[in-house]
């Protein structure tokens, strides 16, 4: 993105992006689970704004927090410096592809520049004569490339006779606990939902552990952070904690309350980042020691269609007659190209052993026509992040609030 100034940052934390996403995706589902990949759309909207120039390149590089002190090359080194420390027997990988049709001219130097910063394959495809074949080819590779988890992406339709272009990014994820739950010791417990309503859930427990844990008394949040093995990464949750005492916090509280929306109304980047530089001081001294840990087993699949969210977060250019995908190649005119579709998966699986999660996303360009041992027990609507401590990424972000879906 040459029109970009230089930056000076040296990685691209996505937090404020990821916070964003989070309250928009929480606006049509107040009381469902929420799953999504902030890395992995903003990848996706990194490579798109590459084929574009002026104030549509613009608006899509503010959305996704690129500015004058961030470049795209500090986002695209940031991928690889975190996919290169992940090690067996962890798993975490990133792939982007480039689908044009064979009548759209594309520059070499546009296929250049984004290898360079993502390592995307291009394909060139018959993507107007014969939509449904090349629905089946993409949905393929993204399948394998989030280990069937993803197994169709692009629905029925995605697709047209006008569509000239479809970019995708994929990332899947399996990363093993630290220290794994015991099997013996799940068993069934009650989950309280949004409603009120409690109902039976398979909780896992760990019992005399030691992780970086704190209470935030100010904004009445519990907050754990999960290690995986040998990694960066790690699983982070927060849960709503408004506590009643009678004399104090060291006596089991009189009542309880665990509000997700009171937590969800103070969830921004800067509360985020705040949270994890607390979990970093805190594992700095070795962490807290805990009595139980209890948090359920849980799988979750999420689906979103990206174009409204996308003109919420301000880009609303590239959808019209103003669109200016030159990037491609200058041969391309103002209003000849736009985008006409963006669809986004997320597949999120945790259980004893650690966390599996797959997330996949395709953008459509079509023609113009404490000192005593703690408990943490998540047994109520909790919001959750994927870290990685290396460069600040938050690689995935969430709600689980109903079990049953």
Excluded at 184 to 190: E, I, K, P, Q
Excluded at 201 to 210: F, I
Excluded at 247 to 274: F, M, Y
Excluded at 384 to 398: E, L, N, P, Q, W
């Amino acid at each position: 993105m040459s029109s970009l100034a230089p930056g000076t940052h040296s990685s691209y934390p996505v937090s404020t992006f990821a916070t964003k996403l989070y309250h928009l995706a929480s606006e049509t589902a107040s009381d469902k689970n929420i799953g999504f990949s902030p890395l992995n759309i903003a990848h996706a909207l990194a490579m798109t704004a590459e084929a574009t120039n002026g104030e549509t390149q613009h608006e899509i590089a503010r959305a996704i927090g690129l500015d004058s002190n961030v470049r795209l090359i500090d986002f695209a080194t940031s991928l690889r410096s975190m996919q290169s420390g992940v090690s067996e027997p962890n798993t975490l990988s990133l792939a982007s592809d480039i689908w044009t049709d064979h009548s759209l001219p594309v520059a070499t130097s546009f296929t250049d520049d984004v290898n360079a910063l993502f390592g995307p394959a291009h394909h060139s495809l018959s993507l107007r004569g014969d939509p449904s074949g090349s629905t089946s080819t993409i949905n393929k590779t993204v399948s394998d490339q989030t280990n069937e988890r993803i197994p169709d992406l692009l629905p029925d339709g995605f697709i047209t006779p006008d569509t000239v272009m479809v970019l995708t990014t994929a990332i899947y994820l399996k990363m093993l606990w630290a220290q794994q739950f015991d099997k013996s010791l799940t068993s069934a417990g009650a989950f309280t939902l949004v409603n009120g309503q409690e109902i039976e859930v398979d909780m896992m427990h760990m019992k005399d552990s030691k992780f970086p844990y704190f209470y935030d008394k100010d904004s009445k949040v519990k907050v754990i952070e999960l290690p995986y093995k040998d990694s960066s990464l790690s699983m982070v949750i927060m849960l709503p904690y408004a506590a009643e005492f009678e004399n104090g916090p060291w006596e089991e509280p009189i009542s309880v309350v665990k509000d997700i929306a009171a937590l969800e109304a103070i969830l921004t980047a800067d509360q985020l980042q705040t949270w994890y530089k607390r979990l970093d001081q805190v594992k700095g001294y070795g962490g807290v020691e805990m009595g139980n840990v209890s948090i359920p087993k849980f799988e979750m699949y999420t689906e979103y269609d990206l174009v409204p969210i996308m003109q919420k977060l301000g880009i609303n250019i590239a959808f019209g007659k103003k669109a200016d995908f030159s990037g491609i190649h200058s041969d391309i005119n103002v209003g000849d190209l736009f985008i006409s579709d963006a669809i986004h998966k997320a597949f999120v699986k945790i259980n004893e052993e650690g966390s599996e999660a797959a997330a996949p996303t395709a953008v459509a360009v079509a023609l113009e026509s404490m000192s005593t041992p703690e408990n943490f027990n998540a047994n109520a609507s909790f919001a959750y992040a994927i870290r990685d401590s290396k460069t600040g990424h938050t690689v995935f972000m969430g709600r689980f609030s109903n079990p049953k879906q």
